[in-house]
């Protein structure tokens, strides 16, 4: 079936016959709304649309040169004739404005001659032809006395002209056809002698008027699905300049089809996709999401949205049905413009299961779900697995796959889909997949997706770049991306009022996290990015004074938008974020090298975001808060401390590791070999305030010390410079301990005296203290600089280690068999 036989079947059933012709125009004409209609000014005795000028979305400006009437173009508010005149004339732009229109008018109106029915000739000399000759031959008056004169009298009109697309008065009786189109028949016969003069009656545009757009010539199903395509184009809030709705007829027209589908050679960088989307509007007319469901291919259109859902490859009856019973419950869950290509990408989730079954040894092919079990589920992890080997699959396409078939049998069980009578009836408990079943995901590669920060340097110093490239909207979603590190769509949707403060009056940035469904989301923001927020504000509320607040949005798109509440989409800002990273010089590393620009991706500055807080030392609980993650695992998928990272900042701090009596271990500081590395992660453990190497604390994890974790006496413990904060808050804690103990009252002196820090243990503390301290007085700036970010990366990776003792008073053995 082709589009049009499609479109046809869709609308009034049957093959486009006359008879479905029909009916789908009068469909389409049932579905026009008269109040739109009648704002477009469209006239269906005359079929002609005269779009007013304030009509929000088809309007248009009159240029602003004294006395002319024309539609300006919107950037200058002067029109085509007027701006290639005034740039002729040498005049000031103003000077030119107020000069006035001194030559000849396009357009017709009536003959000056009270009641005379046919059309002037010029708007200099208002009368029809034949009253124009009668002034000319016999009554050479001025015109009022020649309009008064007894032997002026009306006279009717002569007919249509009889080009299919005029509305026009015929002229005069020597040719059948208004004054425009009599001389352009003339020109088109100096073109081509032989010219088919019926043929050029039907195919010929109609006279270009301010505002008017002729619908005639067309067959009725044609222009109603025009105006049916205009009308759901503004329903959608886009805007459309006349010109192009005019355009489109006179090829349509030019074309002679019967179906707007059916046009082959409108092309353009404008006129295309403006067919393509009216094309798309008048499929969709007439579906609905109950028309829908019944088929194995979804126009998505049915559900307000663009593309098409495909089950056709899904061969098994029930896991059909299943599979779109999911969709039906998923999509209003949904949000962003991907939708349908997520969802698609689960139904081939399915696809895989379908093949799987149809390929295995039952002889129904899947056919029966009560027969399914656990080896049905197994043969499919195991095909994937196959595929992978053959490399026809990648790893993260299977891992996709098995979670979503997982994810989604789940949820058609909670649905109630495998009771009896259901699709899925019968279906066994274990037509499932299991936690254990999911593929390992392949590690990130090294080093992460942050941006290293020189390459930020650079990113930033050219953001005004990105605003004269695009506009304001895509440098401030930019800067906001990596001020605050959110998703790109979580940007993207920012409503207008997004700025607010919190109890201690500290601005926050309120979002909503649509990918996990959180809404009213709030985090702390610098005061420059509340800045940036509040003249973004200020802008967009002047671009569109009068919108309701609630609707705004703080970054709205920035065509088809009339009232400033569609945002700019995700996929938009990545397309110009593109093109703007493209045009930049070379990002130039520290050590000379280039950057791969592939890498900086809109959601690069969400890692970055982590990384800077990793570095700054921030805890991965409070990381996973900032970041909104619900599971520590996804937030340390960010917070990976790269491995490059770690090990110049160890390698910095072995220089400064001291002894319990606070002597350096390593003079010479000089990088570790891979293997010491290795050896350090596996001969030692986290304790309070350094590491201990003592094996059997080791073994146990740090969980079985067996001096009760009195490190400073003890030689199996090491710490470094990265450690003072702890040894300081240990010394605290030892010498509140001691005053708290000196005052009980309730206690026996033996417990006071065995609970009781000894005298030595702060006096070993305070002397490593001070050891350290004084060693780190030692460096100069640029090592304690280095020093200081290498604390920062140790510090910050060290609290993502589960499982380390609490820095305070000593964790007791919670598991005393574990002592090796
Ligand atoms: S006292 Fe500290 S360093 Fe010594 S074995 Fe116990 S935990 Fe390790
Ligand atoms: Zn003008
Ligand atoms: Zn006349
Ligand atoms: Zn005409």
């Known amino acids: 079936m082709t589009a049009p036989e499609r479109h046809l079947a869709a609308l009034g059933g049957g093959a486009p016959a006359g008879g479905a ?56 508010g002067i029109c085509r004739g007027c701006t290639k005149r005034h740039r002729a004339s040498g005049l000031s732009e103003q000077a030119f404005v107020a000069a006035g229109k001194h030559w000849r008018t396009v357009g017709v109106s009536g003959c000056a001659v009270a009641g005379c029915a046919r059309a002037w000739r010029t708007s200099r000399d208002p009368l029809c032809p034949a009253h124009a000759y009668q002034r000319r031959k016999r009554l050479p008056l001025p015109l009022p006395q020649f309009l008064a004169h007894p032997q002026v009298r009306p006279l009717p009109s002569l007919g249509p002209c009889r080009v299919a697309s005029c509305w026009r008065e015929q002229a005069s009786g020597v040719r059948p056809y208004c004054q425009a189109h009599c001389q352009a028949l003339r020109m088109a016969r100096s073109r081509d002698p032989g010219l088919d003069e019926p043929r050029w009656r039907r ?61 082959s050679t409108i092309t353009g960088a404008w006129l295309e996709p403006f067919w393509r989307k009216l094309v798309g509007y008048v499929t969709a007319a007439g579906l609905d999401p109950d028309t829908e469901r019944a088929k ?6 049915a559900f307000g949205l663009t593309g098409h859902l495909r089950f056709t490859a899904i061969s098994q009856r029930w896991l059909r049905e299943a599979a779109k019973r999911w969709v039906i419950h998923d999509l209003p869950q949904r949000r962003g413009d991907q939708i349908v290509g997520v969802v698609q990408s689960h139904i081939d989730s399915l696809v895989a299961v379908s093949r799987s079954l149809a390929a295995g040894r039952r002889h129904d092919r899947g056919a029966d779900p009560a027969a399914l079990g656990r080896g049905d589920i197994e043969a499919f992890l195991n095909r994937l697995a196959h595929l992978q080997r053959r490399g026809t699959l990648s790893a993260s396409r299977r891992i996709v796959h098995v979670r979503n078939v997982g994810k989604i049998l789940t949820r058609l069980r909670g649905l109630g889909f495998t ?47 990105l605003e004269e490239r695009s506009a304001r909207e895509f440098r401030v979603a930019t800067e906001l991306l990596i001020d605050t590190g959110r998703r790109p769509d979580e940007i993207c949707e920012l409503a207008w009022d997004c700025l607010g403060h919190d109890s201690d009056d500290q601005p926050v940035l309120i979002y909503d996290n649509w990918k996990r469904q959180r809404q009213g989301r709030r985090l702390p923001i610098s005061a420059s990015t509340a800045t940036l927020i509040a003249e973004q504000k200020t ?27 569609r945002a700019i989409s995700d ?31 809109l959601y690069a500055y969400r890692h970055t975001y982590a990384q800077r807080h990793a570095d700054a030392g921030v805890p991965v609980d409070v990381l996973r808060e900032l970041l909104d993650h619900k599971a520590m695992d996804v937030t340390k998928r960010y917070y990976r401390v790269g491995e490059k990272r770690r090990r110049e900042a160890v390698d910095t701090l072995t220089a400064l590791q001291f002894d319990r009596h606070g002597n350096r271990i390593w003079h010479h500081a000089k990088a570790l070999l891979d293997s010491e590395h290795t050896r350090r992660v596996i001969g030692q453990v986290a304790v309070p305030f350094g590491i201990c190497a003592e094996p059997s604390n080791v073994a146990a994890g740090g969980h079985a010390c067996p001096y009760r974790f009195r490190c400073v006496g003890c030689d199996h413990f090491r710490t470094d410079v990265s450690y003072l904060p702890d040894l300081h808050a240990h010394l605290d804690d030892l010498l509140r301990t001691r005053e708290r103990l000196h005052a009980a009252t309730d206690v026996e002196d033996w417990v006071r005296a065995d609970a009781t820090p000894s005298d030595a243990e702060i006096t070993r503390t305070r ?13 100069t700036n640029d090592q304690r600089t280095q020093t200081e970010q290498a604390i920062a990366v140790l510090r910050g990776h060290r609290s993502t280690l589960l499982g380390m003792p609490h820095v305070g008073p000593p964790v007791p053995n919670l598991a005393p068999e574990r002592t090796a």
């Open 571 to 601: 996929s938009g800002l990545g397309g110009r974020h593109r093109r703007w990273v493209d045009e930049l010089p070379p990002l130039l590393l520290t050590d000379g090298g280039e950057f791969d620009k592939a890498r900086v991706v």
């Open 539 to 565: 802008t967009v509320r002047a671009r569109f004074p009068r919108t309701a607040l609630t609707a705004l949005k703080l970054l709205p798109a920035t065509v088809s938008n009339p009232e400033g509440t």
């Open 21 to 76: 012709t029909t009916d789908a125009a009068a469909l389409l004409t049932e579905l026009l709304d008269p109040v739109f209609a009648a704002e477009a000014g469209w006239d269906p005795e005359r079929r002609v649309l005269s779009v007013p000028a304030g009509h929000p979305l088809l309007g248009w400006r009159p240029c602003r040169v004294v006395g002319c009437n024309t539609i300006a173009y919107p950037a200058t």
């Open 419 to 465: 009771r009896p009578g259901a699709a899925m009836a019968g279906l066994a408990e274990d037509f499932t997949i299991r936690p254990e079943d999911l593929p390992r995901p392949p590690e990130p590669p090294e080093p992460g997706r942050d941006l290293p920060t020189e390459v930020m340097r650079a990113l930033c110093e050219h953001l005004g770049r």
């Open 296 to 301: 194995d291919e979804w126009n998505m259109a």
């Open 203 to 263: 195919l010929a545009p109609a006279v270009t008027e301010r505002g008017k757009v002729s619908l005639r010539g067309l067959p009725p199903l044609v222009s109603a699905q025009v105006l049916y395509g205009l009308q759901q184009r503004c329903r959608a809030g886009v805007s459309t300049p006349v010109c192009a709705v005019r355009g489109l007829c006179d090829r349509l027209r030019a074309e002679q089809v019967a179906s707007i589908e059916q046009a």
């Open 767 to 779: 002397r490593l203290i001070s050891r350290v301290t004084h060693e780190l007085d030692q460096l």
